[in-house]
Nanobody, 121 residues
Framework: QVQLVESGGGLVQPGGSLRLACAAS????????MGWYHQAPGKQRELVAT???????NYADSVKGRFTISRDNAKNTVYLQMNSLKPEDTAVYYC???????????????WGQGTQVTVSS
């Protein structure tokens, strides 16, 4: 089994910054794509950013130029640096990872429990 644990959410004023982290642990052989998604009240979960094992990144148009995704493969951890935050960034942020576990033939998608980000004055 694999666990993803997020940290770093909170309340921040518009224009401020936050850094989210998500650490994966468990019976891990390899972690492929990692990413962040968010879900605002009453809305569907949406992609924020993804990063491949080799560091290739993909961002939602709404966060390009403001958010930066990165990863530390040695620590099985993915980060999301969020700058110039706007009230519309308010949501629960979820970490996602595509993982090959020990003894498994296929990869499996895992999700963290979510961390609340609130942007408000």
């Amino acid at each position: 089994q694999v666990q993803l644990v997020e940290s770093g959410g909170g309340l921040v004023q518009p224009g401020g910054s936050l850094r989210l982290a998500c650490a994966a642990s468990g019976s891990i052989v390899s972690i492929y794509t990692m990413g962040w998604y968010h879900q605002a009240p009453g809305k569907q979960r949406e992609l924020v950013a993804t990063i491949s094992t080799g560091g290739a990144t993909n961002y939602a148009d709404s966060v390009k130029g403001r958010f930066t995704i990165s990863r530390d493969n040695a620590k099985n951890t993915v980060y999301l640096q969020m700058n110039s935050l706007k009230p519309e960034d308010t949501a629960v942020y979820y970490c996602n990872a595509l993982v090959l576990e020990r003894g498994a033939r296929y990869t499996k998608d895992y999700w963290g429990q979510g961390t609340q980000v609130t942007v408000s004055s």
